[in-house]
């Protein structure tokens, strides 16, 4: 394999501007050479797990998951141990050669792929995925890396316990990544994003030594935050290999509700409600516009709205019950009784069996397919204050829809952290299946709905982190003294710059 | 004010080796001058709250809680801003000086007072104790460092909402000392330490810059994780002068258990059982041996055992309900009813009324001062995987008694979060009184102690941070690699090294 040829030559395919397949790369100005093919000899011998150079193996690694980022790498490491990680970092460092991680590839902002140059090895913890101990009294498991999200709840459910960290790609997505962007999901409301389930961390250096700090602790003040610095760095600061994860008793019911409420403000105090009648039985709660449902019920011949009156915003809402079905169900309904005589709620429905659970669940899961099938959007993953939803959603729209009245809003995202997927679609006013025409909006429309997000105290990535995609953009909204510190700390971990290149801070 | 003087006057009085008052100071090898009284007129000009230079004034602000230490300092320094806090940082910066911030002067580690120099500023944040604002409806307050833990309790209450941070300090200590050393408390097992508690920080960086991160989010993945280094940073990287923090729903009733169990062993079966029924309705457990029952029951005339059989070990179980008391009640009584039929409980009081609360909640809270009253004590604040904690006790315990003969364990603490109050008194062995041949055992009972921590994978400051007292065994304990990236995170953010200078982390 020819380093430099292959980066050029993957520089130079099948890119075009604003959005498809892109150039993640940025300028390289480092000076070296390294002659391909003993460069691949010696990096094999450098670990002993699998190494990948054919392009037929290593092309499935090199685009992202929305197939908006190629790029390319020397080869492709998967270590088989931690040893085999400081092997690799080690081998990268001596040769000024870019280390990308990557876990099951599923982000959402071109984090995990490397830039075009072909200057970086991507490293792929897939194969360092064992558990590597449960301890149901301390209520916690150690795994590695590699580790499939779903696989963790699994062995916890075998515990008898309840690994809550729960998002629409847990079936391939891994432990690794879902640390490395601070994952967020569907029950944050009650058990945090991922950073707040993780004790302890096993981390290979940018300079190729092994942190163990693996420890399942509570409690423990004796020095820096560490752990929480390489929880959501985007494989900035060196490699995660392994975790200790907090685990929570299984619970023995679940039941959802879908409610039709008049407004966001009424679901906001259907929260309050909800929060104060249920504590932390409250596992989800969820906000989805009627225009939002209506693709999901067009697109998924099989679903249906389980409530009678229409609504244009509708709550799905869970509740998790250490008790029993009964308990779990008679609190359902004694809140949603509390709810329908104040008004707030005009018609809800509980789910009265696991199907109908599934049923409810589905019809806030499928929303992304849905959009998808109805054609191009742009995304926006933002957060605000709680308090400040109705009051953003109500000042964004008409911003938006008075600069460009041809799109429609899309809205939906976890109500009980303040987290809205504020999408944008095409509306009637642009010729169907002028993707190009719509896609041109993309950067306008970012800027108007950041802009006011950043008015409303919030935040322009709120569980998708920075990856490419919002790398300038965070930077630019960012004040002067956050972004100096954060290259202080860049600088003082990984001084070479050879961790995941390219990302989350600009150069 | 002769600073020179002044600091090598309280350089030399009264200091003893080992224990009582002694000296904090670490080399200082800075090559400057202050001309004392221009320098105090310069720093007087540089902010608009008070300054005071005289010994009586002063003399509170540098001497530690615990009386272990007292420093000496050229003023202390108390900002009625941020702005004063970023005129009283550059002052010094410029004049290379070190800055001290101290809260309410309640650390039982020595972090929050000057070393004997008498060359640093101490920065005092008792006048920025504002109320910045509450937000029930996103759960938040936003508050200044210098707020007492205890009105930003009162005020949530008065919102209708609670803020859990609980400990024995909470009438004196504030805000920004419980996050700067990630105080933990009582309901940690249910809400976690300050550092979970906390959604956003505002901050003077060392280089006198303000840093705006009062963000009151549940989800923002926009860069690395600046607020969790500072928390727990004892200083040492900035000032913290306001936070946004978490509000929870208020309980509606609260009870209290009072178990006699077999063993620890038992007590954690306890736990597991209580953890699996209760979920986080489950707010404090706390584990007591008679011994330290004991104290309590001798010192504190009032107090009385509510448990008829005796055992060698107590829990005190608490739970807090959103429904009623009724539902409280039913809920411990079950627990316990199901506790008794295992024969993991002999015998057990549930409290009738919030008297009967306070009582049982009164023999946790007194053991200290009923060991205070009882003479001197050698105490460990230490942590180890929950489920490690009877192999723990019994191993360590042996050990000291084996070398020690002439001393007795006093073991308490929060079960729950794996972090106990190891805490060794004197023994029939001894004579009584002699606290000096007692006191020469803190070095050799601290070691054996702190080895078996770590040999369980424990923690040698579970929830008292580093300050003097820790600083140069926890960097003993810890792996090279990382307190190498420790220091490189100093460095990064405090190159003079002025924050808080010779606390924490060894020079």
């Given at each position: 394999m020819d380093t430099g040829s292959t980066a050029s030559g993957a520089g130079g395919a099948g890119v075009r501007g604003g959005?498809?397949?892109?150039d993640a790369s940025t300028a390289d100005t480092t000076d070296y050479r390294l002659d391909g093919q003993a460069a691949i000899e010696s990096l094999r011998g450098a670990f002993s797990g699998r190494l990948l150079t054919e392009p037929q193996d290593t092309a499935p690694y090199l685009l992202d998951y929305r197939k908006r980022w190629r790029g390319a790498a020397m080869a492709v490491a998967m270590p088989d141990s931690t040893e085999d990680v400081v092997g690799i970092v080690r081998w990268c460092r001596q040769r000024q050669v870019g280390v990308v991680p990557q876990g099951?590839?599923?982000?959402?902002?071109?984090?995990?792929v490397p830039d075009?140059?072909?200057?970086?090895v991507l490293l792929s913890?897939?194969?360092?995925?064992?558990?590597r101990s449960v301890d149901p009294l301390n209520n916690t498991i150690t795994v590695e890396a590699g580790c499939v999200l779903q696989r963790v709840q699994e062995t916890a459910a075998e515990a008898?316990?309840?690994?809550?960290?729960?998002?629409?790609a847990q079936g391939t997505c891994t432990i690794g990544g879902n640390l490395s962007t601070n994952a967020g999901g569907v029950q944050v409301i009650r058990f945090g994003n991922a950073r707040e389930l993780c004790l302890g961390l096993e981390v290979v250096t940018?300079?190729?030594?092994?942190?163990?700090?693996l420890k399942g602790l509570?409690?423990?003040?004796?020095?820096?935050?560490l752990r929480d610095l390489f929880i959501g760095a985007e494989g900035t600061l060196g490699i995660i290999t392994a975790a200790v994860l907090k685990l929570f008793p299984l619970p023995v019911a679940k039941v959802a509700a879908l409610a039709g409420v008049t407004s966001p403000q009424a679901a906001l105090q259907l929260l309050e409600l909800a929060q104060n009648r249920l504590g932390s039985s409250l596992t989800a709660f969820e906000l989805i516009s009627s225009d939002a449902l209506a693709l999901v019920l067009k697109h998924f011949p099989g679903s249906r709205l389980p409530v009678e009156t229409p609504s244009t915003w509708y709550v799905l809402v869970e509740l998790s019950d250490l008790d029993s079905d009964q308990h779990a169900n008679e609190a359902m309904e004694n809140l949603l009784s509390a709810a329908l005589e104040t008004g707030l709620v005009p018609d809800a429905a509980v789910s009265a069996s696991i199907d109908q659970f599934r049923q409810f669940w589905a019809l806030r899961e499928n929303i992304s397919e849905a959009q998808s099938a109805e054609g191009k959007n742009i995304k926006h993953d933002i957060s605000v204050p709680i308090s400040r939803i109705p009051d953003f959603i109500e000042q964004t729209d008409a911003e938006i829809q008075a600069a460009h009245p041809e799109t429609r809003m899309i809205v939906f995202g976890h109500l009980g952290d303040g987290n809205l997927h504020y999408n944008v679609s095409p509306g009637p006013g642009l010729p169907p299946g002028d993707d190009d025409a719509f896609l041109a909006l993309e950067g306008p429309i970012n800027r108007i709905a950041h802009d006011a997000v950043v008015r409303f105290?919030?935040?322009?990535?709120?569980?998708?982190?920075?990856?490419?995609?919002?790398r300038d953009e965070s930077a630019r909204y960012k004040q002067p003294v956050e972004v100096a510190m954060m290259r202080a700390i860049k600088q003082a971990l990984d001084p070479q710059g050879l961790m995941n290149p390219g990302k989350y801070l600009p150069d």
């Open positions: 959005r498809g397949v892109s099951g590839n599923t982000g959402l902002t071109g984090g995990s075009r140059s072909g200057r970086s913890l897939a194969r360092m995925n064992r558990i008898g316990r309840l690994f809550p960290l729960s998002l629409a940018a300079t190729g030594e092994i942190w163990d700090g509570r409690k423990d003040n004796t020095g820096y935050d105290g919030g935040s322009i990535s709120a569980e998708h982190g920075l990856g490419i995609l919002r």
